[in-house]
Structures are given as structure tokens and as C-alpha cells.
């Protein structure tokens, strides 16, 4: 069944930050949709299995980010 995961992120200000954001996390396994909010940093994620927390920090962190 279908996991929606909800977080935040730091220090994205504009469209570019946006989409590395959600290129990074859309290479997780299972991830099958990214919406990300830059005006509140706001991330929701629907994937086929739940999220591991340490798969989507190490994400954030490669796109350049941080969890809030
Ligand atoms: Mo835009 Mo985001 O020039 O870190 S890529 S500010």
C-alpha cells in the first residue's frame, strides 16, 4: 500500500534548489511521487514502502540541504 511522508527542509530559496531536492529523493527505492513547497520548505512523499528516515537524510544532505 501507499506511504505519504511528510518533512521539511532547510535552506531551499529558489526553483533549482527545488529540483535537486527532488531529483535526490526521487532516487530513493520505492519513492513513486515528490511535492516540495519552497515557500515553507514543506516535502510530501508517497512511496510503495515507508521511507527509512536515514535514506531521506542522506538525500536532503546530497542535494545540499538539511531536515529542519
Ligand atoms: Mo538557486 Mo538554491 O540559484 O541553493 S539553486 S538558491
Do not use: Q
Request: charged residues 20%; aromatic residues 2%.
Amino acid at each position: 500500500s501507499t506511504s505519504t511522508t511528510n518533512f521539511t527542509v532547510t535552506g531551499m530559496t529558489c526553483g533549482h534548489c527545488v529540483s535537486s531536492v527532488t531529483e535526490e529523493i526521487s532516487e530513493i527505492s520505492g519513492v513513486e511521487n515528490v511535492d516540495v513547497d519552497l515557500a515553507t520548505g514543506s516535502v510530501t512523499v508517497t512511496s510503495s514502502t515507508p521511507l527509512e528516515d536515514d535514506a531521506v537524510r542522506v538525500a536532503v544532505e546530497e542535494a545540499g540541504y538539511a531536515l529542519a
